[in-house]
């Protein structure tokens, strides 16, 4: 007869447990993207419920971290402003508090916004021709604005190229 690791536990407990723990095994988790897995796999939420304690309580899922590097990585991979990676952030189960300050962090960690938005703008657009050309201005901005850059500081970073120009 198989040994179960935790007393008092069903065996449904016990496969759901070791499923959420091969999802861990092949890469961090948020607990709300871990939950909708196992969702899809039928788990009954009182399991998925106690699965997600469990492994807080056994410091293996661990939001905060995992909400870190992503954010981290949405910085430096995709160039991403602070209103776009608090949205992505949201979307992966984390709390919009939680979201700000981790969003905060990042940027911070990796020059903070406008060193960002500049190097940006530096790269994808031709700078006195776009800025010069009203109809070029506006796509520019329009194209910050989806990467999630806030228009206060849109402007203040095309000032500043007009000021240099």
Request: neutral net charge.
């Amino acid at each position: 007869m198989k040994k179960s690791l935790f007393e008092g536990e069903d065996d449904d407990f016990e496969n759901a447990y070791d499923y959420a723990l091969r999802l861990l095994e092949y890469s961090p988790q948020t607990e709300k993207i871990l939950a909708d897995k196992m969702k899809i796999k039928k788990y009954p939420p009182e399991i998925i419920r106690r699965v997600c304690e469990k492994l807080t309580e056994n410091s293996l899922l661990k939001d905060y971290e995992v909400a870190g590097i992503y954010a981290d990585n949405l910085v430096k991979i995709k160039n991403l402003g602070f209103n776009s990676i608090v949205v992505k952030l949201k979307q992966k189960g984390i709390g919009s508090e939680m979201a700000s300050q981790i969003a905060k962090e990042a940027l911070e960690n990796n020059g903070g916004e406008e060193a960002l938005l500049r190097k940006y703008i530096e790269k994808n657009f031709d700078i006195p021709a776009d800025i010069e050309d009203r109809t070029r201005l506006e796509k520019m901005k329009q194209k910050l604005s989806r990467r999630g850059f806030g228009l206060s500081r849109i402007n203040e970073a095309i000032k500043n190229f007009t000021d240099l120009a």
